[in-house]
């Protein structure tokens, strides 16, 4: 499978809202309903944000949500903090016991 | 608190094989739905999924290396291997484990990665 698609790099200021797309195929995120995103700061494990397209593990904020539209997911962090400065990936089941990823976005918070 | 830890060597030599090592804890891989996954990194790509093994020892790997995969556990030892082989400079990267709870098709833990460099 193809990796899946995303911008390099995404940046906002303190407060604002910041979308992040994914963009894949009706094989892997226009197929399932199991998009997720994680977030990796410089140096640790990537830790999972969103699941299952839209539904947040308890522990995340409320400021991060997800959504899908046809083939292509996004996450939405609202009341950007310094601290969401880092990378995210998306990741979407693709059928037959595999998995397909995006190549990952640089969120900048100004 | 669920833990995943990766372990082997930081450079190996083209046609070798690699072994990698996940030590995990937090939870057990003898559990019903329980898997753990290995995914990989390689310098400015995307995350490529390689392998996956089950509490039920089923596994799965990635279509296009399968011929050079082997996932196996060792529940005693709350381990999962992976071993790869015929190294290219080619799979230089940063390998991954991760937890897929049961019920799932998520990532839901993962390691923080093992650099592994392929050179002669």
Known sequence: ?110 | QVTLKESGPALVKPTQTLTLTCTFSGFSLSTSGMRVSWIRQPPGKALEWLARIDWDDDKFYNTSLKTRLTIFKDTSKNQVVLRMTNMDPVDTATYYCARIPPSKVHFDYWGQGTLVTVSS
């Open chain 1, 1 to 110: 499978q193809s990796a899946l698609t995303q911008p390099r790099s995404v940046s906002g200021s303190p407060g604002q809202s910041v979308t992040i797309s994914c963009t894949g195929t009706s094989s892997d995120v226009g197929g399932y309903n199991y998009v997720s995103w994680h977030q990796q700061h410089p140096g640790k494990a990537p830790k999972l944000m969103i699941y299952d397209v839209t539904n947040r593990p308890s522990g995340v904020p409320d400021r991060f949500s997800g959504s899908k539209s046809g083939n292509t997911a996004s996450l939405t962090i609202s009341g950007l903090q310094a601290e969401d400065e880092a990378d995210y990936y998306c990741c979407s089941y693709a059928g037959s016991y595999s998995w397909v990823f995006g190549g990952g976005t640089k969120l900048t918070v100004l």
